[in-house]
């Protein structure tokens, strides 16, 4: 079983920049494939970026070259960088881990973008 904690959620301007973090418990952190998703308020939750076992990332277009993910497979940490924020950027921000069958959900965390 995998538990996650997420942090690093709050209240930034426009243009400033958040440290999301989602830490680990359990085993086989290094084998899930990792996404950051969020949900803006009457949205529907999308697949913001992705990183493979391999260290692969992908990102969706509105947060390509503003948004950095990576993992610590040593700490089982995962991050989401989030730079030149702006308001559309608001929204509840989760992790997800999956390894075929396996799936498992941060309980959110709050980032909103305001000036």
């Known amino acids: 079983q995998v538990q996650l904690v997420e942090s690093g959620g709050g209240l930034v301007q426009p243009g400033g920049s958040l440290r999301l973090s989602c830490a680990a418990s359990?085993?086989?952190?290094?084998?899930?494939?990792v996404a950051w998703y969020r949900q803006a308020p009457g949205k529907q939750r999308e697949s913001v970026a992705v990183?493979?076992?391999?260290?692969?990332?992908n990102y969706t277009d509105s947060v390509k070259g503003r948004f950095t993910i990576s993992r610590d497979n040593a700490k089982k940490t995962v991050y989401l960088q989030m730079n030149s924020l702006k308001s559309e950027d608001t929204a509840v921000y989760y992790c997800?881990?999956?390894?075929?069958?396996?799936?498992?959900w941060g309980q959110g965390t709050q980032v909103t973008v305001s000036s």
């Open positions: 997800n881990l999956v390894n075929g069958p396996r799936e498992y």
């Open positions: 359990g085993n086989g952190f290094r084998t899930y494939v």
């Open positions: 990183i493979t076992r391999g260290g692969s990332t």
